[in-house]
């Protein structure tokens, strides 16, 4: 197919990359023209000079850009010079509202992924979609490329209210993770035979496997940055505040995530969690 790819950030090169491999015609588009420049180095396709250039011919349209309002303009340029029938995919994390807004203009998919960097570089992506049925059914199959789950969870927005769920999970678990760390560590324990003991149970967790040895070392200059998870939950609890959820225990790590920004650590993995307890050395 044709496509058009716009974000070329640690999620979004990858992820454009696979759709190349896979066959697939990509004219890509970054803000910095470098990126895409490098892009083009490593995957072949066409870089755009703008947003409206990458979206002239496509049949699909892909974004995987910062905020909101990124959302907006970008799709707003794109709309410009969209093909009739092309399907814009939107693979920020936004909020539910501008993922409605976008619906009503075109024919558009909310899917924020869950994964990470690992998950885009491997192509082992989780996708959340929210949309209308015959819409996703026709973005699905190039989605697929870089992904081990695509999910229709219900229409415009719902994608994004998933993704949701999944920050709020996620933040308990690496909050449990770091007070553990830190229990064994003040209790005198070997953290890695605490680890091999209680990995094997019902504590298991992605988190457990993959951070407890970076967490014990004070390791934090890799992964999802606390940056990124504060503007998400930032999203939770605006969403909150409309639906009546009560989310005490996101609005508290949300806290301490604060705190880990005050400690210089804007840019740390969300497993920094740990630092407040156990300060690196």
Known sequence: MRLGFAGLGVMGFPMAGHLARAGHEVVVYNRTAEKARRWVEAHGGRAAASVGEAAAAAEIFLLCVGNDDDVRQVVGE????????AIVVDHTTTSAVVAREMAAKTAFIDAPVSGGQAGAENGQLTIMCGAEPKVFEGASPVLEVYAKAVRLMGGPGSGQLAKMVNQVCIAGVVQGLAEGLHFARRAGLDPELVYDAISKGAAQSWQMDNRWKTMTEGRFDFGFAVDWMRKDLGLVLDEAGRNGAE???????????????????????????????????
């Open 78 to 85: 794109a709309l410009e010079t969209l093909p009739p029938g």
């Open 247 to 281: 989310l005490t225990l996101a609005r508290l790590v949300d806290g301490f995530y604060a705190e880990v920004q005050q400690m210089g650590g804007r840019r740390w993995d969300t497993s920094s969690l740990v630092a407040r307890l156990d300060p690196p050395k």
